[in-house]
């Protein structure tokens, strides 16, 4: 069943757990996610990034996701990720997205309120959830080579999270604080004390970007101090690829629809794994 992301992660506080949200630019990665919450019987958020629109455009793979969505037996919420300008949001919105991410981090602090604040007006519109960020994390959604962590004076600072929620009134909050998009080359060194600080001073749900890759020990933390949604994608796309490689070692393959369903499978194992982390499983 389609639903907007408060409605998941309300869910996902009373629980003291977070939601898992995927990056879904293809049928195989919808499939794999949808399929694995179905088989847990947890609720999901399925993401389309518009770093992905240069090759899966938001209007032909968002009308599969919101299909996938509403014919799920589980919650599901499909969810715009790193929105970066407000006609890209709008257009999320028209196409029936229940949850919307703009993303301004990279602005002044003042224009990031300016266009979020539009976001939070566009969205009342569509009866849609809103998420933001403030903090710059390293990476990119496609795979970062910078992955290797940000610099502690880009994190998110609690006070100005604090003055930014009240000031825009989103749904959720993306916070920096160690974590990067993309592929890590070393092992994430996450500050939970600013999370801790972030949660004492803000009363909405926290995000984590950049969640492929972080240690089991370290999400269980990271959820303990607030986080209630987790984003994942490279790790669980990864999976897909290596799947292929092997079958394409071991025998000659005629049909692609053999790797289609190979890569398939090996993200919903990806994903399963990730999702008993979350959930608490």
Avoid: W
């Amino acid at each position: 069943m389609l639903v907007p992301m408060t409605d998941i992660l309300e869910a996902a506080e009373e629980k003291g757990c977070a939601a898992g949200s995927f990056n879904t630019p293809n049928l195989e990665c919808i499939m794999a996610v949808v399929e694995t919450a179905e088989q847990l019987g947890v609720p999901v958020i399925i993401s389309h990034a518009q770093l992905h629109e240069s090759f899966m455009p938001i209007g032909k793979i968002g009308p599969v996701m919101l299909h996938f969505a509403k014919t799920a037996s589980v919650p599901v919420c499909v969810h715009l990720d790193h929105g970066e300008d407000l006609e890209y949001v709008e257009q999320a919105l028209k196409l029936g997205f229940t949850s919307v991410m703009y993303d301004g981090s990279l602005l002044s602090y003042e224009e990031n309120v300016r266009n979020t604040v539009e976001t939070v007006r566009l969205a009342k519109r569509f009866h849609a959830s809103v998420e933001a960020e403030l903090g710059i994390l390293g990476g990119r959604e496609a795979g970062g080579s910078d992955a290797g962590g940000p610099v502690e004076d880009l994190y998110t600072d609690p006070e100005l999270a604090d003055r930014f929620v009240k000031e825009t009134g989103i749904d959720a909050l993306a916070a920096s604080f160690g974590t990067a998009h993309g592929f890590y080359k070393v092992k994430p060194q996450l500050d939970f004390a600013r999370i801790a600080a972030i949660r004492s001073l803000v009363h909405i749900p926290l995000v984590m970007h950049g969640g492929s890759g972080v240690s089991p020990e370290d999400y269980t933390t990271a959820i303990g101090q607030g986080i209630r949604k987790i984003n994942y994608y490279s790790y669980m796309a990864r999976a897909g690829v290596h799947s292929v490689e092997e079958r394409l070692r071991r025998e000659r393959v005629d049909f692609f629809h053999d790797l289609s369903i190979a890569a398939t499978e090996a993200m919903k194992q990806d994903v399963e794994k990730a999702m008993r982390v979350f959930y608490k499983l």
